[in-house]
């Protein structure tokens, strides 16, 4: 799992390939950097465009580099509420021209790494942060970019050590809070995770509501991913109650509510989400439910618009459409092909146990073991991968690990997918393990 943000597709890059020839940052930089004035995250939408069209025509009658600074923060806040792709674009091409103008502009750099991020290049994120830190090791928005990046690459190691300087300068920070979350779900530690999710949204107060919206969302998504589904769901209502038209808070309610077998109205609220933002994963969720409630026709068209929707975006939703095709046992051979380049640069447990889903799919069980065994090496407890795994056990024949697998795969979420987990039970009850 992720921290709960919309996804884009690349738009400029060889603007920013030229900027990553670029001279490093210098301390003068970083210190210049800091005095400059950053617009506000989590805005109320009406006043996020309205200031973007402000700015937006600042711009176009030229402009400084501080507009179009500005502009950036400002599309990728908006990304961030509506799940929009073209926000990250405008965003990515503000931020490339801001440093074109100024190369040493830190402050306008680190948003474009947070934008590199929303694309999926983590190395080119990375590589961004990196230069900062060259120039000053303490910046709090490099080490928040280098971990993030480093995180998603694989790199659990220093990814811990960048959220561990996050952590000794502002230890009670919310995104803080929530890296240090996702960090200890990663290495199984479900019960420190829910508790630093929990913190997070507590420190946000509730009139900031979009930002209060956005932290209980997490803290939902992440209490639904170790199990606490009760938690998950006072989170998730709570997160769309501050923020109602928020398509990750509402695609987090929908799948606490689906588990508890309120499928109707999970159905509802996926078709909200989906309405705004026609992300795979919601739509292959949705389609689910239809196929559950009998309704086969809308669920072939939720099913179509996955791949429809992925390959307009395969660099973004590649995890997505492997996970869909695993998970409805289609397109095997492409499931693996798409896996397999993924971890040939991203090497994290989430990646290993998509590759080890694909491969099982494919009847190549050897192959599959090894990739789920390196998907739970850092002691993950999550239900899918648990799952995954338990059924790869069952068809190698190792009947008694296969059975507590699947058997806590259960336990963690019995819901954990309305489809999944009914497979779950059936391979369960036929190895003779029901309990």
């Given at each position: 799992?992720?921290?709960?943000?919309?996804?884009?597709?690349?738009?400029?890059?060889?603007?920013?390939?030229?900027?990553?020839?670029?001279?490093?940052?210098?301390?003068?930089?970083?210190?210049?950097?800091?005095?400059?004035?950053?617009?506000?995250?989590?805005l109320?939408?009406?006043?996020?465009?309205?200031?973007?069209?402000?700015?937006?025509?600042?711009?176009?009658?030229?402009?400084?580099?501080?507009?179009?600074?500005?502009?950036?923060?400002?599309?990728?806040?908006?990304?961030?509420?509506?799940?929009?792709?073209?926000?990250?674009?405008?965003?990515?091409?503000?931020?490339?021209?801001?440093?074109?103008?100024?190369?040493?502009?830190?402050?306008?750099?680190?948003?474009l790494?947070?934008?590199?991020?929303?694309?999926?290049?983590?190395?080119?994120?990375?590589?961004?942060?990196?230069k900062?830190?060259?120039?000053?090791?303490?910046?709090?928005?490099?080490?928040?970019?280098?971990?993030?990046?480093?995180?998603?690459?694989?790199?659990?190691?220093?990814?811990?050590?960048?959220?561990?300087?996050?952590?000794?300068?502002?230890?009670?920070?919310?995104?803080?809070?929530?890296?240090?979350?996702?960090?200890?779900?990663?290495?199984?530690?479900?019960?420190?995770?829910?508790?630093?999710?929990?913190?997070?949204?507590?420190?946000?107060?509730?009139?900031?509501?979009?930002?209060?919206?956005?932290?209980?969302?997490?803290?939902?998504?992440?209490?639904?991913?170790?199990?606490?589904?009760?938690?998950?769901?006072?989170?998730?209502a709570?997160?769309?109650?501050?923020?109602?038209?928020?398509?990750?808070?509402?695609?987090?309610?929908?799948?606490?509510?689906?588990?508890?077998?309120?499928?109707?109205?999970?159905?509802?609220?996926?078709?909200?989400?989906?309405?705004?933002?026609?992300?795979?994963?919601?739509?292959?969720?949705?389609?689910?439910?239809?196929?559950?409630?009998g309704?086969?026709?809308?669920?072939?068209?939720?099913?179509?618009?996955?791949?429809?929707?992925?390959?307009?975006?395969?660099?973004?939703?590649?995890?997505?459409?492997?996970?869909?095709?695993?998970?409805?046992?289609?397109?095997?051979?492409?499931?693996?092909?798409?896996t397999?380049?993924?971890?040939?640069?991203?090497?994290?447990?989430?990646?290993?146990?998509?590759?080890?889903?694909?491969?099982?799919?494919?009847?190549?069980?050897?192959?599959?073991?090894?990739?789920?065994?390196?998907?739970?090496?850092?002691?993950?407890?999550?239900?899918?991968?648990?799952?995954?795994?338990?059924?790869?056990?069952?068809?190698?024949?190792?009947?008694?690990?296969?059975?507590?697998?699947?058997?806590?795969a259960?336990?963690?979420?019995?819901?954990?997918?309305?489809?999944?987990?009914?497979?779950?039970r059936?391979?369960?009850?036929?190895?003779?393990?029901?309990?």
């Amino acid at each position: 799992m992720s921290l709960v943000v919309a996804v884009a597709v690349v738009a400029v890059a060889g603007n920013v390939v030229r900027f990553l020839d670029r001279p490093r940052f210098t301390a003068q930089d970083v210190r210049a950097s800091a005095s400059s004035p950053v617009p506000p995250a989590f805005l109320p939408l009406p006043e996020l465009d309205r200031l973007i069209g402000e700015f937006e025509r600042r711009v176009e009658d030229g402009g400084t580099t501080l507009d179009l600074g500005f502009l950036g923060a400002l599309y990728l806040d908006r990304a961030r509420a509506t799940g929009d792709i073209a926000d990250h674009e405008r965003a990515e091409r503000a931020l490339t021209s801001a440093l074109d103008r100024h190369p040493g502009d830190v402050a306008a750099a680190i948003l474009l790494a947070g934008a590199r991020q929303s694309r999926h290049d983590f190395t080119g994120a990375l590589d961004i942060a990196g230069k900062v830190l060259r120039a000053d090791p303490g910046h709090l928005g490099a080490n928040a970019a280098a971990g993030d990046a480093h995180l998603a690459l694989g790199d659990h190691a220093a990814a811990a050590r960048s959220f561990a300087a996050l952590e000794a300068a502002a230890p009670d920070n919310p995104s803080v809070l929530v890296r240090r979350a996702e960090v200890a779900r990663i290495e199984g530690d479900n019960d420190e995770a829910l508790r630093l999710a929990g913190r997070a949204a507590e420190t946000v107060p509730l009139h900031r509501r979009r930002e209060a919206g956005f932290y209980r969302a997490f803290a939902a998504q992440l209490a639904f991913d170790v199990g606490d589904l009760a938690v998950a769901d006072e989170q998730a209502a709570a997160a769309v109650d501050l923020d109602p038209h928020s398509p990750a808070a509402l695609a987090v309610l929908a799948r606490t509510r689906a588990a508890g077998g309120a499928w109707r109205e999970a159905i509802g609220l996926y078709e909200e989400a989906t309405a705004a933002v026609p992300h795979p994963t919601y739509l292959g969720e949705l389609g689910d439910l239809y196929t559950l409630t009998g309704d086969e026709e809308r669920a072939a068209a939720a099913y179509d618009t996955v791949a429809v929707i992925a390959r307009l975006s395969p660099t973004i939703y590649d995890r997505q459409l492997a996970r869909f095709y695993a998970d409805h046992d289609i397109e095997a051979a492409a499931a693996v092909k798409i896996t397999s380049a993924m971890l040939a640069v991203r090497h994290d447990v989430d990646g290993y146990d998509a590759h080890a889903w694909a491969l099982y799919r494919a009847g190549d069980l050897a192959p599959a073991r090894a990739a789920s065994d390196l998907a739970l090496a850092l002691g993950t407890r999550s239900a899918p991968m648990l799952y995954h795994a338990g059924l790869i056990s069952a068809a190698l024949g190792d009947t008694a690990r296969a059975a507590d697998e699947l058997a806590a795969a259960l336990a963690i979420n019995p819901g954990f997918s309305p489809l999944q987990a009914v497979e779950a039970r059936r391979a369960l009850e036929a190895i003779g393990g029901a309990r």
